[in-house]
């Protein structure tokens, strides 16, 4: 009776151990869960090499005197739309330099990184208080990109104009799901502090909105694994894309004997 257990027990431990192997033998810090993955910041934070455009929606006239498009310290003033004005405003580009800072015109060096986009407008607007009455920006981030991979008819990037999209809005604006080779899962893959964690969800399940509303930030990635016929289908292709030159080769160099041997016979 006691042997019976001990062996239940080893064997119990075997399969755990197996299990876990398993799990992480493409990689250590992969962690795999299929329920939940853990939130990102709600608010995006600035971080180094980040790409700005920052709107003046008053006193334009104070800061870019000279109008037009106006190159600052390697950063640039181009003309853009103010948003239901219907007023043409020019749009200061900066890039966050490896120390956090941007440069703006007429007001210096400014500490950007770890702030929110409205955050940084309102360090800007504090800059400008001196040269502006009643100072007002906005700042947007230019470089923010999730990743869509896999069954669906659009893949590739798509850049966020908000700090966060939704499953369902990134899988419309890569056109939806190509059904007709899609598996049964969608997978959210983030990776965060050198961890990548990975979630997986049923795709008959993102008509549920606490599936579809799930947020998704910028360098996630959205992967919509094939089927595994679709798969065969695409390997068969290669295969007979690769034997049908073969094939021609051989039955050309077939009639060429078959004509030789005719002639030699003649």
């Known amino acids: 009776m006691h042997l019976t257990f001990l062996l239940i027990v080893v064997c119990f431990q075997v399969l755990a ?39 003046s929606l008053n006193a334009l006239e104070i800061i870019y005197p000279q109008g037009g498009n106006l190159a600052v310290n390697g950063s640039n003033m181009t003309n853009g739309q103010v948003g239901g004005m219907g007023n043409i405003a020019p749009v200061y580009s900066a890039m966050v330099d490896r120390r956090g800072f941007i440069i703006l015109p007429q007001a210096g060096r400014l500490k950007v990184t770890g702030l929110s986009r409205a955050e940084a407008a309102t360090e800007i607007e504090k800059k400008y208080q001196d040269l502006i009455t009643n100072p007002v920006f906005e700042v947007e981030i230019t470089n923010l990109r999730i990743r869509v991979l896999g069954a669906v008819l659009k893949q590739g990037v798509i850049t966020l104009n908000e700090d966060k999209l939704t499953l369902g809005e990134v899988i419309a604006l890569s056109g939806g799901i190509d059904f007709s080779t899609a598996a049964n899962t969608i997978k959210l893959i983030r990776t965060r502090y050198g961890i990548q964690q990975e979630v997986v969800y049923d795709i008959r399940n993102l008509s549920d909105p606490s599936v579809s509303n799930i947020p998704v930030y910028d360098d996630d990635y959205v992967f919509i694994p094939p089927s ?23 039955n050309a160099f077939a009639i060429i004997i078959g004509l030789y041997l005719t002639i030699s016979r003649n």
């Open 228 to 250: 595994s016929s679709s798969i065969r289908v695409i390997k068969n292709q290669k295969i007979s894309s690769v034997l049908q030159p073969i094939a021609l080769t051989l």
């Open 17 to 55: 151990q197996k299990s876990a192997s398993d799990t992480l033998k493409t990689n250590n810090r992969i962690i795999t869960n299929r329920f939940v993955i853990p939130e990102d910041t709600v608010v995006y934070r600035i971080k180094v090499n980040d790409r700005l455009q920052i709107k």
